[in-house]
C-alpha cells in the first residue's frame, strides 16, 4: 500500500475547496497533496500521524497541512463499529501561491506569514476556539466570490493569533520515495492493531517485507525515529486517552497498552509528556 498522491477535487474556478465531511470514520490511508490544508475537527478523534510525528487529534483542533506533507486520521477503534458516533469536519484546500508575493509582505499580514512559516511541516491549533472562529468555517459552506475570500483571510488571522498550537514534524526527505515507502501504510495500520503486545522486529520487518536491517534503516530514514521510539510514542498517546476516559488505575493502563513493567511505562510517559502519569491525571482532572 502506498503513500497516496491523493488528487483533491477540483472546484471550479475558485481559489478554496471546501470540504464538508459527515461520516463514520475519517479517510485513514497515509496521503499527502499539492493543496495545503485547515482542517477543522468538529466530532471524532483518534490518533494523528502527519510526517514523522504522532499524536492524538480531537473535537475543537484546527489542523493545518501543508503542500505534499504526508498524514492520516485514524479514529480509535469504537469508531469502526456499529456504535460509531460518527465523524465531522470543514477542510479548506487551497493553493498557497494565492497569498504570495507582495501581498503577504504587507505589514497588516506579518502574522499570517508567520502562520505559514510555522505550519510548513503540520500545526495542531488546539481545541476551544472561539466561537467565531467555527462560525467563520460554517459559512465557508456556503459562500463564493470576494465574500469568501474575505472569510478565508478572517481565518487566517484568527488562527495566526492562537497562541496555543504545537508544531507537528521535523523536515522529511524532499521527495517521497513511492518505491521505498509502499511498506509504510501497512505498518502504521498494524502497529495502530496491535500496540497492546509484543511486537518484535522481525515480525514487523516481515509486515514490511523487508529484512531487519533494512526495514531499520528505511523507518528510521522515513520518519526520524526508530520503530520501537514510534511503537512507544503510539502507547503513551492511547495512555494518555485511557487515563482521562476510563476508570482504571495506572498499573492497568500501563498493561492495557502494552507494558509489562510499570516503571518502565512510568520512565516512558514522563519522557514523552514530560510528566508523570500522576501528574498528568492530576492536571487532566483539574482543568475539568
Request: charged share 20%.
Amino acid at each position: 500500500m502506498k503513500v497516496l498522491n491523493f488528487q483533491v477535487p477540483k472546484a471550479g474556478d475558485t481559489a478554496i475547496l471546501v470540504q464538508y465531511d459527515k461520516l463514520q470514520y475519517f479517510y485513514d490511508r497515509l496521503h499527502y497533496h499539492v493543496e495545503w490544508q485547515i482542517a477543522y475537527i468538529l466530532q471524532g478523534e483518534g490518533t494523528l500521524f502527519i510526517g514523522n510525528s504522532l499524536g492524538r487529534f480531537e473535537a475543537g483542533d484546527v489542523i493545518l497541512l501543508s503542500s505534499n506533507l504526508p498524514h492520516l486520521f485514524k479514529n480509535d477503534s469504537v469508531y469502526y463499529s456499529d456504535k460509531s458516533p460518527g465523524i465531522e469536519s470543514i477542510s479548506l484546500f487551497f493553493n498557497k501561491n494565492i497569498l504570495d508575493g507582495n501581498f503577504i509582505e504587507t505589514p497588516e499580514l506579518h502574522n499570517v506569514k508567520v502562520l505559514f512559516e510555522n505550519a510548513k511541516y503540520g500545526l495542531k491549533i488546539f481545541g476551544n476556539k472561539e466561537q467565531k472562529l467555527k462560525e467563520h468555517f460554517e459559512d465557508m459552506r456556503n459562500l463564493s466570490g470576494f465574500s469568501k475570500m474575505a472569510v478565508f483571510l478572517e481565518i487566517l488571522h484568527l488562527l495566526s493569533g492562537c497562541k496555543d498550537f504545537k508544531q507537528l514534524s521535523m523536515p522529511l526527505k524532499s521527495q517521497i520515495d513511492e518505491q521505498e515507502s509502499v511498506w509504510l501504510n501497512n505498518v502504521i495500520h498494524y502497529t495502530m492493531e496491535n500496540y497492546a503486545r509484543v511486537i518484535a522486529l522481525p515480525e514487523i520487518a516481515t509486515v514490511a517485507n523487508l529484512s531487519v536491517p533494512a526495514f531499520c534503516r528505511a523507518f528510521k530514514l522515513h520518519t526520524r525515529k526508530t520503530y520501537i521510539q514510534f511503537l512507544n510514542e503510539l502507547r503513551i498517546s492511547f495512555a494518555c486517552e485511557l487515563l482521562k476516559k476510563e476508570n482504571l488505575s495506572i498499573a492497568q493502563v500501563a498493561s492495557e497498552v502494552g507494558f509489562n513493567n510499570l516503571s518502565n511505562f512510568n520512565r516512558r510517559f514522563k519522557s514523552g509528556t514530560g510528566q508523570t502519569p500522576s501528574e498528568y491525571l492530576k492536571g487532566w482532572t483539574n482543568a475539568l
